[in-house]
């Protein structure tokens, strides 16, 4: 770590193909089909201010918040650009359980995803979550609620 903040590019490939992956897993359920566009502009990002982390033992979680930070900044462009098409949703019962998933994820906003990315797959706290997405407790929980509850309802349709 210390060796890839001073520049020492074989310490920056080992260290990219240690966050890569954990970064694409961050970015891919927030922005959907842009994740890959944003799991590289996180890991841009990164590397921009990877001399900028004093403690190396937070990595993980400062490499966290850059990558949800972006997945929703890449999200927003994106819907921005392309209009969601509603009309070629799954049936019930589909056989393509992933595909279903992913179909009902896209429905929500970027910040509802990343908060249900945050809270039901990496299993953080409220607060942590909170942090990290730079909004109170508060609307951690509200945002989660309404999240699952969209999620909820558009499984069920």
């Known amino acids: 770590m210390r060796a890839a903040q001073r520049g020492d590019t074989l310490a920056m490939a080992e260290l990219l193909d240690v966050l890569a992956p954990y970064v694409g897993r961050v970015c891919a359920p927030i922005a959907l089909s842009q994740g890959a566009d944003a799991a590289q502009e996180a890991l841009v990002a990164v590397f921009k201010s990877l001399r900028t982390l004093r ?22 462009r994106a819907a921005r650009t392309v209009p969601a098409d509603l009309s070629a949703l799954p049936a019930r019962g589909d056989p393509q359980l992933s595909a279903d998933i992913r179909d009902v994820l896209d429905r929500l906003s ?28 508060g609307t951690v929980k509200s945002r989660l609620h309404r999240a699952r509850d969209t999620f909820r309802k558009a499984w069920m349709s």
């Open 110 to 137: 970027p910040e509802h995803r990343a908060v249900l990315m945050l809270r039901d797959v990496e299993g953080l706290d409220e607060r942590t979550a909170a942090a990290l997405l730079g909004v109170r407790t």
């Open 55 to 76: 403690d190396p033992a937070a990595l993980r979680g400062w490499v966290r918040a850059i990558a949800v930070r972006e997945a929703i900044r890449t999200a927003h």
